[in-house]
């Protein structure tokens, strides 16, 4: 009898031992373990190869307003960053996927993405402007893009704009809509619109103005598109263990002056005005749920 007491002693405790070890594992994966973000751990930060004055190569370095953005607040958060520099189009699904934690992308705060993304406070205006050709007298306005070729970014916020508001207020004229001309990279838009195969590109007002001040007498930059936009960076819904510490850093940042000091020499134009918490087009408050 003592040794049948025994053996169920060992087995209990062998069995509350395997059900221990069950519910951690578990709660790692609720909690979302399967990324290196707790504690002091790792960010796993994907950042876009290809997008100027924001994010580019120069002689052979990943440089821009977001990459110096990044390393200030690496200063201020307890995680290590584990960048990566990838075209654009891959980045909001490898967030959805749990391959990235953060992206420090200027992504463009829109309603079809609150339902899938939190965004940190705004890190620049993003508001949307045309250039054309110099000299191009065919394109003033929005009205006479009905029938033309515009540039945009392939999976961007541009196309997005092109579709909702140009052609919607071209249908409202009875004019036919601009075709939409995707591009992996807006430097191939922008040699397509020097050589006249595009008619215009859409583009944020900053990359646009960087653009036209370097090459004016290529480009010439054309009036709004659509309301005033922000962006910012984003993590996926939910994720408050990493967005709240870098939205933390971003506002010491904002404070202490950094973030307009890299503006003026990123962008070459600083927004002082730039709302604390997320806003959509139109300074519309984004839902908090």
């Given at each position: ?14 069995l ?24 002091n751990?790792t ?6 190869n ?9 002689d052979?370095?990943?440089v ?9 607040v ?14 654009w189009?891959?980045?909001l ?10 992206t ?5 705060m829109l ?18 402007y045309?250039?054309?050709?110099a ?14 070729r ?6 961007g ?14 249908a ?24 006249q195969?595009?008619?215009?590109v ?6 646009l ?6 090459r004016?007498e290529?480009?010439?930059l054309?009036?709004q598109?659509g309301?005033?936009?922000y ?6 819904k ?7 510490p ?16 890299l ?7 600083s ?19």
């Open positions: 009898m003592r040794d049948m007491l025994y053996q169920f002693g060992r087995k209990t405790k062998v509350g031992f395997c059900l221990l070890i069950l519910v951690s594992c578990l709660t790692v994966v609720a909690c979302g373990g399967g990324t290196a973000t707790t504690g751990g960010i796993v930060v994907a950042t876009e290809d997008y100027p004055p924001f994010d580019f190569l120069r052979g370095e990943h821009g307003y977001n990459q110096a953005l990044l390393d200030l690496q200063e201020r958060i307890p995680q290590t960053i584990d960048q990566q520099v990838l075209p189009q891959g980045i699904t490898g967030l959805a996927s749990g391959q990235y934690d953060l420090n992308a200027a992504v463009a309603e079809d993405r609150v339902d899938s993304l939190d965004f940190t406070m705004p890190i620049t205006e993003f508001t949307n045309y250039v054309k050709r000299g191009d007298m065919s394109i003033s306005s929005i009205e006479d893009f009905s029938g033309k515009v540039g945009v970014q392939q999976g916020v541009t196309l997005q704009v092109l579709e909702d508001v140009v052609n919607e207020q071209l409202e004229m009875g004019a036919d809509p601009a075709q939409a001309v995707e591009y992996e990279a807006f430097s191939e838009a922008y040699q397509d619109l020097e050589n195969r595009l008619d215009a859409i583009n944020n007002v900053v990359a103005a960087e653009l036209t001040n370097e004016p290529t480009f010439e054309g009036t598109v309301d005033k936009m962006a910012g960076w984003v993590v996926s939910g994720n408050t263990e990493i967005l709240e870098v939205n933390a850093a971003l506002a010491e940042i904002k404070a202490e002056g950094l973030m307009q000091q503006q003026e020499e990123w962008l070459k134009v927004f002082d005005d730039l709302p604390d918490k997320p806003m959509l087009p139109g300074d519309v408050p984004m839902p908090t749920n």
